[in-house]
């Protein structure tokens, strides 16, 4: 009985240092905190997750109301762009108060501090971003000075200084030294400046296309040598041009800004420039009638300019090898492709019915053999005879 009583005795000191293992591990186990303020504060920010989005949907009902009673639709707009950012209030709200929960003093407060701060930076910047879109449909009333394209330039501007800001004050947040950081890059810039050469070339030219406006996107243009077809897009370093194939060129913007360039969609009118010959047998009278006509059809259609506004010309130009040749000079008031070859094909055919008319025909390239006096001319033999000839020449 004795030998026995220690061991019994023992038994409530061993679960009490069994129950004080646990309690220390409860109150140090998770990364050095107490179980019961981490379980706290995972469940604070697993509901900010949760709720985030029927937040951010009370926030943008709210929003959306206020815009509502103004007369632009800016602010509208504007809110639209918010919803991303808004979506992350809760969630920062959450885990501010869930690192208040934990209470992790020194070192680790001041990093979880800095961790909200960072991302209260880039809802801010996000933000912004997001709403430098709507804002450049505000500048609507200057879009003709500045034309679409540089607002388009504007806008991917602003948004690229957003976030090289945003960026610089996440940094500082945590206290890296973004001078160092910018110096440090200042000599790598320099060498990469020095191979980059051609794209800041590409970017200026690209800002000359824009500032003297020799195209939009849209515009029908020709450069001698390099492509011609339709302006898509107007990039930092090159312009897309979709050729009448379908295909797309990539063309720097430096070849557009050098080069000479036609601008087809700025014609103000169309031009139709033909030789038309008709036979030498032609008479003056015929000619005059073809003439008359012709002008007649031009000056009292509605489809073609008249002068002054355009020069118009129907005149015999030239005596060519085997025609009498008229030069057909006029302009259409259609810069419409489709529509232009409509007209040309309704004064080609009138053309046609007009020469015929006046009793001629045009003309086209052929020779004329003329015979002088006395002299000989061939006759092949006819068939008999070359048969029998070529049977004299077999039996010699």
């Known amino acids: 009985m004795s030998a026995s009583t220690p061991a019994r005795e023992s038994l409530p000191a061993q679960w009490q240092e069994f129950w004080g293992i646990v309690v220390e591990v409860w109150q140090t186990s998770f990364l050095g905190i107490d179980v019961s303020q981490g ?6 920010v697993l509901l900010g997750l949760l709720v985030r989005g029927l937040i951010a949907k009370w926030l943008l009902g709210t929003l959306r109301r206020l815009a509502g009673r ?35 003093g020194g070192d680790g407060e001041l990093r979880g501090h800095q961790l909200v701060q960072s991302l209260v930076v880039i809802a ?42 945003g960026a610089a004050a996440v940094l500082q947040v945590w206290d890296i030294p973004v001078a160092g950081i910018v110096a440090g890059l200042g000599l790598f ?32 243009i020709l450069v001698s040598g390099v492509v011609e077809g339709t302006v898509e897009e107007i990039n930092f370093r ?22 000479a360039v036609t601008n087809f969609s700025r014609m103000t009118h169309r031009r139709i420039k033909w030789a038309i010959g008709v036979r030498y047998d032609t008479t003056s009278d015929q000619l005059r009638e073809i003439r008359d006509k012709v002008l007649a ?70 020779t004329s053999v003329y015979l002088e006096g006395g002299a000989e001319v ?8 070359a048969l029998l000839a070529n049977e004299a020449g077999r039996s010699a």
């Open 39 to 44: 379980l706290t504060a995972v469940g604070i």
């Open 70 to 104: 103004s007369e632009t639709s800016l602010d509208d707009a504007v809110v639209d762009a918010l919803q991303g950012p808004m979506k992350m209030v809760p969630v920062i709200i959450a885990l501010f108060f869930a690192l208040n929960v934990l209470s992790l």
């Open 124 to 165: 801010l910047f996000w933000a912004l971003h997001n709403a430098v879109g709507p804002l450049a449909h505000a500048l609507e009333s200057v879009r003709a000075a500045l034309t679409p394209v540089m607002i388009d330039w504007l806008t991917k501007a602003l948004r690229i200084v957003f976030i090289i800001v």
């Open 189 to 220: 810039g320099v060498a990469i400046g020095l191979g980059a050469q051609d794209l800041f070339k590409n970017l200026i030219s690209g800002i000359l296309i824009l500032t003297e406006k020799r195209f939009l996107p849209g515009d029908w």
């Open 238 to 259: 090159s312009t897309v041009v979709r050729r009448f194939d379908k295909g797309p060129v990539y063309v720097p913007n430096s070849k557009l800004s050098d080069n």
């Open 297 to 366: 059809y031009l000056s009292e259609s509605p489809d073609f300019a008249d002068p002054p506004e355009v020069a118009t010309f129907m005149r015999v130009d030239a005596f060519g090898p085997s025609s009498i040749d008229f030069l057909l000079y006029c302009f259409t008031k259609t810069t419409n492709w489709g529509e232009w070859l409509r007209l040309k094909e309704e004064l080609a055919i009138f053309l046609k019915e007009t020469v015929e008319a006046a009793g001629t025909e045009f003309a086209f390239p052929s």
């Open 378 to 385: 061939f006759e092949p033999p006819s068939g008999s005879e």
